[in-house]
């Protein structure tokens, strides 16, 4: 869902391939070599977009959405450049959670949680999700609505399948925002997202619309861009379809005994609160851990130190939504700050 997907690929594919050029080559010729390709790629793409329509109408693209979808479609250099761009540091935990769920983040999602309350009840009550974690991850992915990328997703889904890196992956992503052109939820103009094609105030790719979204105000359309029934009722949607489990809790923050077997942190360790309670676990304040037999793993996104969470299995349905644990705390701990203020 976000950029945190692409970076270890491009570690893995680009770096090798800078670092061998950098040994051999001065940074002129580098940038000779990067600028040839990049007109190269402009000039092949209007044959492949040729190509790609014939396989698009076998997949059950008409001919008059591919018209109004690809024929005006551009090749934007931007979202190559994007697709490449080495993180410039690795953050830590602390530094990612001090941007994402800042005070004024917190205070923003009370505030819109109050304007919307019977809307997010009605939804909290129909999917079993909370109110909470719908606001939080709004609030996370497009700053509740306020940033959802201004790049028109199949240009940049064009770009990305044609480009080749991960051609497969956007073409198939591709394929299904066209579908939903197709079927009247947005128009190609109005299909707007981040330079990797997610979209609107949740930032789902296409193939994840296709799955989750939903219309959650009953006009026949799923409207994740401009109605906030349909962005919440998708969100919501999403979670109860990858297993949210209503009346729990995504987990808690915890503190660990000194001397923690180490080896015993990470999602594959299940034990129930009762048995990390009795490994020395307690709560931040050091008091002790709720009685429960709930299943639950230790998870430490920030490497060392005694400051930890326990996740429970609802925890791994936010993980579906994008695999970090970084995201995944981050919305636990949003949800948490924002119910605690309401
Ligand atoms: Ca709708």
């Keep these: ?33 990067f600028v040839s390709h990049a007109f190269a790629n402009a000039d092949g793409f209007s044959a492949w977009i040729k190509a790609f329509e014939k396989r698009a109408a076998n997949q059950g693209i008409s001919q008059s ?18 697709d490449r761009k080495q993180p ?34 009605e ?16 609030g996370i992915e ?47 103009v109005n299909m707007r997202g981040s330079w990797a094609g997610a979209m609107g105030q949740n930032q789902f790719m ?35 379809t ?18 923690f077997d180490t080896t015993k942190i990470g999602l594959h360790h299940k034990k129930s609160i009762n048995a990390w309670a009795m490994q020395g676990v307690t709560l931040p304040s050091g008091d002790p851990l709720p009685t429960s037999v709930l299943q639950a793993s230790i998870v430490r996104p920030q490497d060392s130190g005694r400051d930890a969470y326990l996740a429970y299995h609802n925890y791994k349905s936010i993980m579906h939504w994008n695999k970090s644990t970084y995201f995944a705390t981050s919305v636990g701990l949003l949800s948490d700050a924002i119910a605690a203020g309401i």
């Design 88 to 121: 410039e540091h690795t953050r830590t935990f602390n530094e990612y959670k001090r941007d994402v769920v800042s005070q004024v983040r917190i205070d923003e999602g009370r505030r819109l949680y109050r304007h919307y309350y019977s809307t997010l009840k």
């Design 142 to 188: 497009t700053n509740y609505g306020k940033n959802t990328g201004g790049f028109s997703v199949v240009d940049s889904l064009a770009t990305l399948a044609y480009e080749g890196r991960r051609h497969e992956f956007f073409e198939r992503e591709l394929i299904a925002a066209l579908k939903i052109i197709q079927a009247g939820h947005i128009s190609v």
């Design 206 to 240: 296409p193939t994840s619309f296709m799955k989750f979204a939903v219309d959650g105000n009953g006009d026949n359309r799923k409207d994740i861009w401009g109605t906030k029934r349909d962005v919440f009722a998708s969100t919501a949607n999403y979670l109860k």
């Design 123 to 138: 939804i909290e009550s129909q999917y079993g999700v909370p109110a909470p974690v719908i606001v939080a991850l709004w």
């Design 242 to 259: 990858v297993g949210w489990t209503p009346n729990e809790r995504w987990g808690r923050a915890v503190r660990l005994p000194s001397g």
């Design 65 to 82: 959405t591919l018209h109004s979808a690809m024929r005006s479609a551009e090749f934007l250099p931007r979202v190559i450049e994007l």
């Design 1 to 33: 869902m976000n950029q945190v997907i692409y970076w270890p690929l491009m570690e893995r594919t680009v770096k090798p391939i800078l670092n061998r050029y950098l040994a051999g080559a001065t940074t002129l010729i580098l940038s000779v070599v």
